[in-house]
């Protein structure tokens, strides 16, 4: 096949084995998926059942489940959801606040001003009071962690 274009001359190839193999595969999954479009809409999209549920009931891996939902053209739902519906939420209260809560301006321990992050004192990150946080640089909160395991690890072989 010849096809001609002003600029540019291309030469159509036919397509090969695995382009048709491809093609072949996309469309049996689209018999098996195409007639649960309205189960899925009704579920996923509408419902509450995440993908990874949506997956364990097909009976497929997260990622066919994916490829199915992109196949035919139903969007992600997005991650962010409202209270406790949230990952960010447990027992109600949602636990990465902190974040928020305290300004980062230097460590504690060092004075760096970059790579800050918020550290529990007492190590429960339900415990959101502002006497329990305090501001650490990544390298002295993963050093005093480290330092934790270890200390935890010595007593318990002793």
Sequence with gaps: MLWTSPMRLY???PMKNQQK???????????IWEPRRAE????YVNGTKSQQEMADGYGVTLAGFQRALKRMGIPSKSRGRPGAANGRF???????????????????????????????????????????LEVMCMSCHSSMHKQAWWNSQKAGQS
Excluded: F
């Excluded at 072949?24 to 018999?31: G, I, L, S, T, V």
């Excluded at 899925?40 to 579920?43: E, K, P, R, S």
């Excluded at 928020?100 to 504690?108: A, L, N, P, Q, Y």
């Design 11 to 13: 030469i159509l190839k």
């Design 21 to 31: 193999g491809n093609i072949a595969r996309q469309q049996e999954a689209m018999k």
């Design 40 to 43: 899925i809409w009704a579920l």
């Design 90 to 132: 447990k027992h109600g209260r949602e636990v990465r606040i902190y974040r928020t809560m305290v300004e980062k301006d230097h460590c504690v321990r060092c004075d760096a001003t970059e790579n800050l992050c918020i550290h529990h004192k007492d190590e429960d990150h339900y415990n959101n009071t502002p006497s329990n």
